[in-house]
Structure formats: structure tokens, C-alpha cells
């Protein structure tokens, strides 16, 4: 790799364990689901017309966050431009997080590349100038205000669960379902008030049972805004199965059961899961999830990086 290239990757989600608006201003927020779904961004610095490029072209939020991270560089720096190149196994527009990841990657490679550092808040900052984005710049499950791009809290880390997942086809944009007005109650954000609390406890006490039954009451309550028609039938396999709970892609196409990857019968769940999903319809996926140690580092899948520069 050539001197000076910036590395920076990003884990993906599958969907969120809640998301909703709690009772008071900006309380639109989500907890996020980390699996081990990666996208990886490298910032060559320089190009012969002097102008910053993105590879593949159509990755132009990625574009216009390299731009304004150039605008941050020393003048030299920014003036040789560079070719920014984004790899991802994340799928788009299904609400894994796939444009949250491209970003903070991006970010990440960008930062590192042109000596301009990358601290969680100038990220948020950034983002927040360009659309609603996930929590994945922090190694953990977090509460994050994805309207506003803010952190709200840090929940914690879990031990290893699956999610059998399905996708019903299609794609979401992320923006514009944000547009859309949430017709939750009074009642309802008092409702969401108290599953975060429930779920912030459930993360402390690595309660996988209660985190299941959190999520799926999740998804049920966003079925008036993003319906997912194999939600009850999934619910019904989860229940077969002796899956923890159902967790959905909010504002995506996917849905999928919980299962607890450290119980012995796991085995046997995750195969009965992913052959009762096939029946129905549409491809069958097993994600796994990302448990943190106390250096911030996933186990489960590739390490971090808060972005490295090659020498």
C-alpha cells in the first residue's frame, strides 16, 4: 500500500435492538445490534488532476464527507486530492447501517490519510451535515440520537447472539423514511422510555431473554411505520425454534430471530430457524454479533480500526 494511504473501517448492524422517540425534544433515537458485516475505506492522497475521487462513483455521501474532512487539512494536504475507495459486504438500503459505515470509515481513512484527527464528536459533527446516522463509530451497544447524530448513552456489550435473518426485498432510503412523520402517542414515548430503560438493564446484566423480548416489542410498535408482513410468521418461527426474540431493520427490509450462540442446542436452533425462514421466501442470511472486551476491540470478527496509516 502506498505511503501515506489512510485505512479506516466500520461495522455494520442488523437493524437496531429498539428504536423510537422518547418524551421529549429531539427523542427520536435507536439502540444499536453491531454484527460482524464490514465496510473498509482507503484514502490515497494525490491524483493527477488534483481533485478528490470515490471509488465506486456512486458512493458520493462518502465523496462529500472526504471534501469536507479536506477543507479541515492543511492546505497542502487538500490541494493534491486523492482517490477515496470504499469496499463494503454490507448490503445497501436494508437497515444494516450500510451508509453509516461507509461514512465513518470513510472518515476514519480520510482523518488518518491527511492528518486531521477523527475524535467520535468531529465525526458526529460532520454527519450530522450530511444525513441521520447510526451509532456505529462506538465499539458497543449504544442509545443514539440518529436524527440529531449525538450519542446518548453507552449501553454496553453482550455475549455472542445469531440473528437467521430474511429481507423482504426492496430497498429503504434512510433520509427520506426520516421524513416521515412517527405517529407515536403520548403514551407511546412513555413507552419507549421505559423499553430503553429495560433494555439498558437487560445490557448490564447481559439479560439475552429480556433483550429479546425488548426487540420484538420494538418491532411490533414500528410496524405502523415501516410494516414488515413476515413479522408475525417470524414470530412464530422464533417461537419454534427457542429463538430469544425477533429483531428488525426500523427503517429497512430486514427482520430475523434472535438466538443465543453460547447455548449448547444453538446448533441445532439456527439450522431449524434459517429452514423454517426459507419457507418464507426471500434469501436467508445468518449474521453474527459483535461482543466488545474492555479495549473497545469486537470479538466475532475483524478488529476495529479507528484508522491506520500505511507506512
Excluded at 217 to 246: D, F, I, T, W, Y
Excluded at 265 to 278: G, K
Amino acid at each position: 500500500m502506498p505511503q501515506g494511504t489512510g485505512v479506516g473501517t466500520a461495522f455494520g448492524t442488523f437493524g437496531e435492538l429498539l428504536q423510537g422517540v422518547l418524551p421529549e425534544e429531539d427523542g427520536d433515537f435507536l439502540v444499536t445490534l453491531p454484527v460482524a458485516r464490514w465496510t473498509m475505506a482507503t484514502f490515497r492522497p494525490g491524483s493527477a488532476s488534483g481533485e478528490l475521487e470515490v471509488r465506486p462513483p456512486h458512493k458520493t455521501k462518502a465523496l462529500r464527507l472526504a471534501r469536507m474532512i479536506a477543507d479541515l487539512a492543511p492546505r497542502d494536504a487538500a490541494a493534491r486530492g486523492g482517490v477515496l475507495t470504499v469496499s463494503s459486504v454490507i448490503p445497501e438500503g436494508k437497515g444494516l447501517a450500510s451508509s453509516s459505515a461507509d461514512l465513518v470509515a470513510t472518515a476514519r481513512a480520510v482523518g488518518s490519510a491527511l492528518g486531521v484527527a477523527m475524535p467520535p464528536a468531529v465525526i458526529e459533527h460532520l454527519l450530522s451535515r450530511i444525513e441521520p446516522t447510526d451509532g456505529v463509530l462506538y465499539p458497543a451497544i449504544v442509545a443514539f440520537h440518529h436524527r440529531s447524530v449525538r450519542l446518548r448513552s453507552v449501553l454496553g456489550s453482550l455475549p455472542a447472539m445469531a440473528v437467521v435473518g430474511i429481507d423482504e426485498g426492496g430497498s429503504v432510503d434512510t433520509v427520506d423514511f426520516n421524513r416521515v412523520p412517527k405517529p407515536f402517542t403520548p403514551a407511546d414515548r412513555r413507552t419507549y422510555a421505559d423499553l430503553l430503560a429495560r433494555l439498558t438493564r437487560a445490557v448490564r446484566h447481559r439479560d439475552l431473554a429480556e433483550v429479546g423480548r425488548v426487540a420484538t416489542r420494538s418491532a411490533l410498535m414500528n410496524q405502523p411505520l415501516r410494516h414488515k408482513r413476515a413479522l408475525e410468521p417470524l414470530r412464530a418461527v422464533c417461537r419454534e425454534v427457542g429463538g430469544l426474540g425477533v429483531a428488525v431493520g426500523h427503517s429497512g427490509t430486514t427482520l430475523g430471530v434472535l438466538l443465543d450462540a453460547t447455548d449448547p442446542a444453538y446448533t441445532r436452533r439456527a439450522t431449524d430457524a434459517a429452514q423454517a425462514c426459507a419457507e418464507l421466501g426471500g434469501g436467508v442470511a445468518v449474521y453474527r454479533t459483535l461482543s466488545f472486551g474492555a479495549t473497545g476491540c469486537p470479538t466475532g470478527g475483524r478488529p476495529h480500526s479507528a484508522g491506520a496509516r500505511a507506512r
